[in-house]
Nanobody, 127 residues
Framework: VQLQASGGGLVQAGGSLRLSCAAS????????IGWFRQAPGKEREGVSC????????YYADSVKGRFTISSDNAKNTVYLQMNSLKPEDTAVYYC?????????????????????WGQGTQVTVSS
């Protein structure tokens, strides 16, 4: 199982970025994909996640209304569209996967055990 996160960069406050998490090595069904971020000196934070079973999504309060998670099963890719970016969104962003039929029966949140992690992609928002 491999997850490849990309799309980070430097953007001014108020700008937008779209992160991609390309998945391989597993059948792109029965999954939950989560986006997490970690800023220097801070704990890792669950930002958003999406379930393949019903398309349900989760957003942290800090990003609600600004970020949108989506999936393209044909491309085995999950996206995180980030709009109205703020300097406090600056962090390394990671995607992670939870696989298996279990995702059909549980509420998907970042607090679940995600077994597979991609490398991070840096997002820097300047003021």
């Amino acid at each position: 199982v491999q997850l490849q996160a990309s799309g980070g960069g430097l953007v001014q406050a108020g700008g937008s970025l779209r992160l991609s998490c390309a998945a391989s090595g597993f059948t792109f069904d029965d999954y939950a994909i989560g986006w997490f971020r970690q800023a220097p000196g801070k704990e890792r934070e669950g930002v958003s996640c999406i379930s393949s079973s019903d398309g349900s999504t989760y957003y942290a309060d800090s990003v609600k209304g600004r970020f949108t998670i989506s999936s393209d099963n044909a491309k085995n890719t999950v996206y995180l569209q980030m709009n109205s970016l703020k300097p406090e969104d600056t962090a390394v962003y990671y995607c992670a996967a939870l696989l298996g039929v279990v995702v059909r029966y549980i509420h998907i949140t970042p607090g679940l055990r995600y077994d597979y992690w991609g490398q991070g992609t840096q997002v820097t928002v300047s003021s």
